[in-house]
């Protein structure tokens, strides 16, 4: 897969830019997508500094970087979603997978990132997939890693859920969840059931407040399988 | 606490009895709780025989459960939880603590347990807590400890996450849930965030069908105090 780059788009955000950092640790070679080209290449630039030797970290303006790469990961506030992605429609290449990680958190309409809003479809994942041209497969994962946590040097200790109905998506996202240092990737069926998913973030935020920490999520009591 | 008798209303299903076990095991004096007394009083019976010496598990129908104890967990299938409230109203102490570890499973309406209903006031819990009789407070956790396990001998592999808006009822809950080997208990904050923990349950389902498991969650990345 390290030949295949992976453009994140909103990619200049907290958790755009840990992911970013990890992957490009991994090898893979990135393409930081945002609304403004200079405003990417200068993210891009900082995440190749941090990531050492070899990174392969490039800046693009959101619709070139979807022309570039057709592995493409969304990381954006859940009130942007939407509009992007139907601005970006005549960009996304067919056959592209896209992984979505948006969260519907309250705060898109100044409410509380311990609640989450509700969204028609079910999910920000579902929204997606509803807004995505025709023949590209969404999956979701990555909600629930902590931004500090993904843009520091240790390993996480996290399990990545990922959610898609489409096997190849699901397996492609599940590669890259595994390429994350302590991460486990693990199968979560359906895309439907990343309504779970995102709640979940909304939860974690609300114990990080609390308890003041970084919270992920670990799944015990499954068989080996079902981390690989 | 352990003079204090722990009533489990709708405890003869698999959530109740294992925590029965479990507390009977730790020293907890316990009234199993059923619509049959006949059956309630097996039940206990059964209990007492598997969790060994000095077990002090009794069985009531579950008014009779309700004046004898005013710690109360509430282990009934979704669709039973409404009425059976509605019907113990008369019989809940003042001042006692009720521990909801309901879910709204689809099953409820011949759906699939990997999905849930929603419920008009946000989650069983506040639905519970709407219905208890004045003075008595509500507090969720225990959704998301697979029967199975608790019904079993090892300690469990998982975290034990308890809302409640009353700082007494969860604090209550917590010391409960730690008292199972291998919990930590963890303070998620209002007796809203129940939702997320029973949307949980249906996503664990979900991955113990898929992955033929015993699916629990860990909470990572908080400070030790978290636990405690």
């Given at each position: 897969m390290s030949s295949r780059p992976i453009a994140i788009l909103g990619g200049t955000g907290p958790a755009g830019t840990g992911l970013a950092l990890r992957w490009a640790r991994a090898g893979e070679s990135i393409i930081i997508g945002s609304r403004d080209t200079q405003r990417a290449q200068e993210g891009a630039q900082k995440i190749n500094e941090k990531a050492g030797n070899h990174a392969r970290v490039s800046g693009m303006e959101n619709s070139a970087a979807c022309a570039a790469a057709d592995l493409l990961v969304l990381t954006v506030p859940f009130e942007g979603q939407a509009a992007l992605l139907k601005q970006l429609k005549p960009a996304i290449q067919p056959g592209s997978i896209l992984i979505d990680a948006t969260v519907a958190l309250a705060t898109g309409v100044g409410?509380?990132?311990s609640r989450t809003l509700g969204v028609w479809q079910g999910s920000a994942a579902q929204q997606a997939a509803e807004l995505v041209p025709k023949g590209v497969s969404v999956a979701a994962a990555?909600?629930?890693?902590s931004a500090d946590l993904l843009n520091g040097d240790p390993a996480l200790d996290c399990d990545v859920i990922v959610c898609g109905d489409d096997a190849d998506a699901n397996q492609v996202a599940r590669a890259l969840a595994a390429k994350i240092p302590g991460v486990r990737a693990i199968?979560?069926?359906?895309?439907?059931?990343a309504r779970i998913l995102e709640q979940i973030t909304a939860l974690l935020i609300g114990l990080n407040i609390r308890h003041k920490g970084h919270g992920g999520i670990r799944i015990t009591g499954l068989p080996p399988e079902a981390y690989k």
């Amino acid at each position: 897969m390290s030949s295949r780059p992976i453009a994140i788009l909103g990619g200049t955000g907290p958790a755009g830019t840990g992911l970013a950092l990890r992957w490009a640790r991994a090898g893979e070679s990135i393409i930081i997508g945002s609304r403004d080209t200079q405003r990417a290449q200068e993210g891009a630039q900082k995440i190749n500094e941090k990531a050492g030797n070899h990174a392969r970290v490039s800046g693009m303006e959101n619709s070139a970087a979807c022309a570039a790469a057709d592995l493409l990961v969304l990381t954006v506030p859940f009130e942007g979603q939407a509009a992007l992605l139907k601005q970006l429609k005549p960009a996304i290449q067919p056959g592209s997978i896209l992984i979505d990680a948006t969260v519907a958190l309250a705060t898109g309409v100044g409410g509380r990132a311990s609640r989450t809003l509700g969204v028609w479809q079910g999910s920000a994942a579902q929204q997606a997939a509803e807004l995505v041209p025709k023949g590209v497969s969404v999956a979701a994962a990555f909600h629930n890693l902590s931004a500090d946590l993904l843009n520091g040097d240790p390993a996480l200790d996290c399990d990545v859920i990922v959610c898609g109905d489409d096997a190849d998506a699901n397996q492609v996202a599940r590669a890259l969840a595994a390429k994350i240092p302590g991460v486990r990737a693990i199968d979560g069926g359906k895309l439907e059931n990343a309504r779970i998913l995102e709640q979940i973030t909304a939860l974690l935020i609300g114990l990080n407040i609390r308890h003041k920490g970084h919270g992920g999520i670990r799944i015990t009591g499954l068989p080996p399988e079902a981390y690989k």
